[in-house]
């Protein structure tokens, strides 16, 4: 019992004299201090140093650093790459250490601090509104900027895809085999190959669609997400993976601005050598680019084809005129 009481009083000691030596620091470091916790796994820079302001400035001057921890016993200072905040589960107690918090870090979504994806920067409450952040899907330690939506149900949304016409003459569309090209999203004529989307699927792990576009000449608009369960999972393997022409009623869910005629009549989509038949695409629509072309239809009547630029029209009686301005957009989550 007396070396348990003496290892008690010594451990004891120790804390309080780590907690005297946090307040021995000025005043305004105080405020982001945590005494006797420190974050694991995310250190990349390490250095003795007798003072944990200094440490802690040396942080704030770095650009990469987030937080710090700063480990009394030897006076050693350390930069983590992430915070307790994003990574709580990280966190460890150890009465030795002292962790700080940057204030003036960068934030997640930022060139020097990357995310995952957008649906990342919005779970960690890292975002500014729709715009433009850095992602790096593969950690390749080569971050490159999207379009983030963070608004629509809940946001996290990626845009893959944007024709946004300024021409009412559209020229070729130009096949991108690097999802790094997302960059260029301002590119109407742009589009993603089959390679180029497994690929960021694997790297990001995204599991929903999302359609969206509007012609002024039919003065309607096709917005809608695949749903986050089974039916709406067949929908992106049936573009990414394996052609399966997937049930359409009970695989998406249409949002507040929809006003298309296609999208409130899902047992009327696809075409396998019959009409109305509730699935996606046309059974003749099996190609590498079947994402883009005649996506969703009802045949004859109203499409969402970006190949084409159908938006819940058709070339014949309910075809629609290309304006300047007209847009089709996909996005992922």
Same mark, same amino acid.
């Given at each position: 019992?007396?070396?348990?009481?003496?290892?008690?009083?010594?451990?004891? %000691? &120790?804390?309080? #004299?780590?907690?005297?030596?946090?307040? *021995?620091?000025? +005043?305004?470091?105080?405020?982001?201090?945590? @005494?006797?916790?420190?974050?694991?796994? %995310? &250190?990349?820079? #390490?250095?003795?140093?007798?003072?944990? *302001?200094?440490? +802690?400035?040396?942080?704030?001057?770095?650009? @990469?650093?987030?937080?710090?921890?700063?480990?009394?016993?030897?006076?050693?200072?350390?930069?983590?790459?992430?915070?307790?905040?994003?990574?709580?589960?990280?966190?460890?107690?150890?009465?030795?250490?002292?962790?700080?918090?940057?204030?003036?870090?960068?934030?997640?979504?930022?060139?020097?601090?990357?995310?995952?994806?957008?649906?990342?920067?919005?779970?960690?409450?890292?975002?500014?509104?729709?715009?433009?952040?850095?992602?790096?899907?593969?950690?390749?330690?080569?971050?490159?900027?999207?379009?983030?939506?963070?608004?629509?149900?809940?946001?996290?949304?990626?845009?893959?895809?944007?024709?946004?016409?300024p021409t009412t003459a559209p020229q070729p569309?130009?096949?991108?085999?690097?999802?790094?090209?997302?960059?260029?999203?301002?590119?109407?004529?742009?589009?993603?190959?089959?390679?180029?989307?497994?690929?960021?699927?694997?790297?990001?792990?995204?599991?929903?669609?999302?359609?969206?576009?509007?012609?002024?000449?039919?003065?309607?608009?096709?917005?809608?997400?695949?749903?986050?369960?089974?039916?709406?999972?067949?929908?992106?393997?049936?573009?990414?993976?394996?052609?399966?022409?997937?049930?359409?009623?009970?695989?998406?869910?249409?949002?507040?601005?929809?006003?298309?005629?296609?999208?409130?009549?899902?047992?009327?989509?696809?075409?396998?050598?019959?009409?109305?038949?509730?699935?996606?695409?046309?059974?003749?629509?099996?190609?590498?680019?079947?994402?883009?072309?005649?996506?969703?239809?009802?045949?004859?009547?109203?499409?969402?084809?970006?190949?084409?630029?159908?938006?819940?029209?058709?070339?014949?009686?309910?075809?629609?005129?290309?304006?300047?301005?007209?847009?089709?957009?996909?996005?992922?989550?």
């Open positions: 019992m007396a070396n348990c009481a003496s290892i008690f009083v010594f451990f004891s %000691f &120790f804390h309080y #004299s780590c907690y005297l030596f946090v307040k *021995s620091q000025p +005043f305004s470091l105080l405020t982001s201090t945590e @005494v006797g916790i420190e974050l694991q796994g %995310f &250190f990349y820079k #390490s250095f003795s140093d007798m003072n944990l *302001s200094t440490c +802690f400035l040396s942080c704030m001057e770095d650009g @990469v650093c987030q937080s710090i921890n700063f480990y009394v016993p030897n006076f050693h200072c350390q930069f983590n790459k992430d915070t307790i905040k994003l990574r709580p589960g990280n966190a460890r107690a150890n009465e030795h250490a002292v962790y700080m918090e940057n204030p003036e870090r960068a934030k997640k979504g930022s060139r020097l601090f990357p995310g995952h994806s957008c649906k990342e920067i919005k779970d960690l409450g890292e975002y500014r509104g729709d715009g433009e952040y850095w992602i790096d899907p593969g950690n390749t330690g080569k971050p490159f900027t999207v379009y983030c939506d963070m608004t629509t149900d809940g946001g996290g949304w990626t845009l893959i895809m944007r024709a946004h016409l569309v130009v096949l991108e085999k690097e999802y790094k090209a997302l960059a260029s999203y301002t590119n109407y004529r742009q589009r993603l190959t089959l390679g180029a989307l497994k690929k960021l699927r694997k790297d990001m792990g995204f599991h929903q669609l999302r359609f969206r576009c509007r012609k002024k000449s039919v003065n309607r608009t096709i917005h809608i997400m695949t749903t986050n369960n089974t039916a709406g999972h067949k929908v992106l393997d049936h573009f990414l993976v394996k052609t399966t022409w997937p049930p359409a009623c009970g695989s998406f869910e249409r949002l507040q601005d929809d006003t298309s005629n296609l999208t409130q009549n899902c047992m009327k989509w696809g075409y396998n050598g019959r009409k109305e038949v509730n699935r996606w695409g046309r059974n003749s629509n099996y190609g590498p680019t079947r994402l883009y072309s005649a996506s969703m239809l009802w045949e004859e009547k109203y499409y969402f084809s970006i190949q084409k630029y159908n938006c819940d029209d058709f070339t014949g009686k309910t075809s629609g005129a290309l304006n300047v301005g007209d847009i089709w957009e996909i996005f992922v989550r």
